[in-house]
C-alpha cells in the first residue's frame, strides 16, 4: 500500500529558529499533499495544500509566512516553520494519496512532534 | 462550522465490551465517511471506511452503520481489547476530492 514517510518524528528547537519538516510519498508519486496540525487532544486542522510545482494553497487563518511549503518534486513536501515560538508547538502531519485514486486512497504520515523552548 | 461532529469526547469500557461513537454530518455532498485510529504520537491510520450506497460495513471486529437520511454514522468495536484503546476519528469528504473534514475525536480505554 502506499507510504507515507515525515521526518524528523520529533523536535526541539530554540524560540526565533526555523525548522523543516520533510513529508516524502515512498512508493507513488504525489502531486498534492496535504498539512495538518493537530493540538493535544484536539483534531486534524488542515493548513494548507502542498502543489507540486506550484504554490501552496493555505487555509484561513494559517500565517504563510510563518509556514512554508516547498513542493519540488513529486515526491516530497516540505513545511518550514519559521522564527518558531512556543505558540507553534504542536504536532504536524501530512497526507498524501496516489494519483487517480479517491478519499480511501489517503495516507497519513507518522507525525512530526515539534517542541519549542 | 464544525462539519462533522463527534460524540462522546471519551469513553471507558470493559475487555469485550461494545463500544460505539458516533458521529453527524451537515453537508450531503460527502459520499466518503472513514474512520481513523490513532496511538499517541502517530499519525491516523485508515480503519474502515463506508460509502452511502450501503447502511452497514463490518470488518473483523469493526462496523460502520450508516443512516443517509438522518446524516449519521457510527463505529461498533467488536469483543473490544485493551489495543484497542486510542483515539479514534471520524471523517467525511467526498470521495473525488482532496479534503477531509474530521470530528473532534474519542478517546477509547479498553480496560483489561
Known amino acids: 500500500g502506499a507510504v507515507v514517510s515525515q521526518h524528523p518524528s520529533w523536535v526541539i528547537c530554540k524560540s526565533g529558529t526555523s525548522v523543516k519538516i520533510e513529508c516524502r510519498s515512498l512508493d507513488f508519486q504525489a502531486t498534492t499533499m496535504f498539512w495538518y496540525r493537530q493540538f493535544p487532544k484536539q483534531s486534524l486542522m488542515l493548513m494548507a495544500t502542498?502543489?507540486?510545482?506550484?504554490?501552496?494553497?493555505?487555509e484561513q487563518g494559517v500565517e504563510k509566512d510563518k509556514f512554508l511549503i516547498n513542493h519540488a518534486s513529486l515526491t516530497l513536501s516540505t513545511l518550514t516553520v519559521t522564527s518558531a515560538h512556543p505558540e507553534d508547538s504542536s504536532f504536524y502531519i501530512c497526507?498524501?494519496?496516489?494519483?487517480?485514486?479517491?478519499?480511501?486512497?489517503?495516507?497519513f504520515g507518522s507525525g512530526t512532534r515539534l517542541t519549542v523552548v | 462550522q464544525q462539519q462533522v461532529k463527534q460524540s462522546p469526547q471519551s469513553l471507558i469500557v470493559q475487555k469485550g465490551g461494545i463500544p460505539i461513537i458516533n458521529c453527524a454530518y451537515e453537508?450531503?455532498?460527502?459520499?466518503?465517511f472513514p474512520w481513523y485510529q490513532q496511538f499517541p504520537g502517530k499519525g491516523p491510520a485508515l480503519l474502515i471506511a463506508?460509502?452511502?450506497?450501503?447502511s452497514e460495513k463490518k470488518e473483523g471486529r469493526f462496523t460502520i452503520s450508516f443512516n443517509k437520511s438522518a446524516k449519521q454514522f457510527s463505529l461498533h468495536i467488536m469483543d473490544s481489547q485493551p489495543g484497542d484503546s486510542a483515539t479514534y476519528f471520524c471523517?467525511?469528504?467526498?470521495?473525488?476530492?482532496?479534503?477531509?473534514?474530521f470530528g473532534t475525536g474519542t478517546s477509547l480505554t479498553v480496560i483489561p
Open positions: 502542498s502543489n507540486e510545482g506550484s504554490k501552496a494553497t493555505y
Open positions: 497526507s498524501a494519496r496516489p494519483p487517480g485514486g479517491g478519499a480511501n486512497g489517503y495516507t
Open positions: 471523517a467525511a469528504s467526498v470521495y473525488t476530492g482532496n479534503q477531509f473534514y
Open positions: 453537508n450531503t455532498a460527502f459520499d466518503y
Open positions: 463506508i460509502r452511502p450506497d450501503v
